[in-house]
């Protein structure tokens, strides 16, 4: 499914957060985990030397190829463990060539950087119907019989969408559909920012440097985040339930 | 693993579509939802009906969409267990149920190859309950028992 779109609710502490609605597959379909590693690790071969030398032209590509490994990880993490530390090595040497920097706010200041999905506990799921028309040959949804993803006459069949429906519900899940909800942008108050002496005053430079001071080994529960997820919301509930009424 | 099934009652919107078509000899599927798109009324279907009606054209099995008076078929998503088929109208033969059972195991051959660890399946399929109710039999799996469960069914012609 090809469709685009963000929403906005408040996350625990009231605050906006941006979620996707619907995977934008980049191909018309999901990628493989197998297909994302072999395109993160060819790109990784052709950067990582240039990188090292501090050639900070091949910035968009080694970001690219970062979202690739990431992606080739969250979608098969026990076959991809290894890409979890190549992504922090990658990282670490975008950080030192290039640079990262937070975009500052009047508020809070976000960081777009796949490397946040490795640690994150739980991604989303939006429950929504669609209207769509196959792009082979027009017809509405389930019309015809031509498959997502297969090539016919050379041209890649993808389902285009036409109408998006009301959203029917989120999900917060550590098994999500789309690899993609595991991206969120990474918010800091301004205020923690100044009380932590990255930034002196709003609108100040701020860089990240997370790879380079992360370990960069995938833990038990980054490798199994359905369990640690399970964890949560069974803690959560204990201390719901020991709050006295 | 032990294949877990639950029995749900069916919403009163999908209860009304159900009691409105019989189980037929091919594979009627109830949408997952109802909703307004643009002043239409749209009934969604999990992607994976397209494969699974490719596959009975295919085999020469009748598919059937059921849809409420002026809806037209849209595409459905949300997360769950890792693979949920669609919401089938009782599998009233072994056909029908060794197609799905082809479906499945088409799916898990592509994704053995390419992935590790074992994909959770959820079979869901409206049933008459002993007091006439409908009710949403669900069974949920490993893969490989979801396949044998209906590779079962399909044996025993039901």
Known sequence: ?????????????????????????????????DELRKRGLEGLGEILPRL?????????????CLRDLVDAFLADREANRDLFSLAHTLGGLISATAECFWQPGEEVYSLNCPVYALHRPFAHSIAVTVTTT????????FRCLHLPGNFYEGE??????????????????????FIYTWHQPLEQPVEDLIKRQIIKR????????????????????????????????EEGLAREQERPA | MPLEERAIPLSPELRE??????????????????????????????PDMQAIGVLAAEAGVAVELLLPDGAEPGLYSEHDADW??????ELSNGVTAGLIANYLQRLYDEWRGRN?????????????????TEVVRELEGPAPEIIEWLRDRERDGR
């Open chain 1, 134 to 141: 196959c792009s082979i040959c027009g017809a509405g949804a």
């Open chain 1, 156 to 177: 890649l069949c993808v389902n285009e969408v036409t109408g998006i429906g009301p959203v029917g519900h989120i999900a917060l899940t550590a098994k999500p559909d």
């Open chain 2, 116 to 132: 590790s660890g074992m994909p959770t399946v959820r079979h869901r399929e409206v049933i008459s309950a002993p007091d006439g």
């Open chain 1, 52 to 64: 090292a030398d501090g050639d900070s032209s091949v910035e968009l590509a080694a970001r690219s």
């Open chain 2, 17 to 46: 579509i159900a009691s409105d078509n019989e189980s037929s000899d091919g594979i009627a599927v109830l949408p997952e939802s109802v909703t307004e798109i643009d002043g239409n009324l749209v009934a969604g279907f999990r």
């Open chain 1, 1 to 33: 499914m090809a469709a685009e779109g963000t929403i906005q609710r408040p996350d625990e502490t009231g605050r906006p957060m941006t979620m996707v609605l619907i995977d934008a597959s980049r191909h018309g379909r999901e990628p493989p985990a």
């Open chain 1, 202 to 233: 709003p609108g100040d430079k701020a860089t990240c440097t997370h790879c380079l001071e992360c370990g960069g080994e995938p833990t038990a529960d980054d490798l199994d985040p359905v369990t640690r997820f399970e964890r949560m919301v």
């Open chain 2, 84 to 89: 949920v088929l669609p919401l089938f109208l």
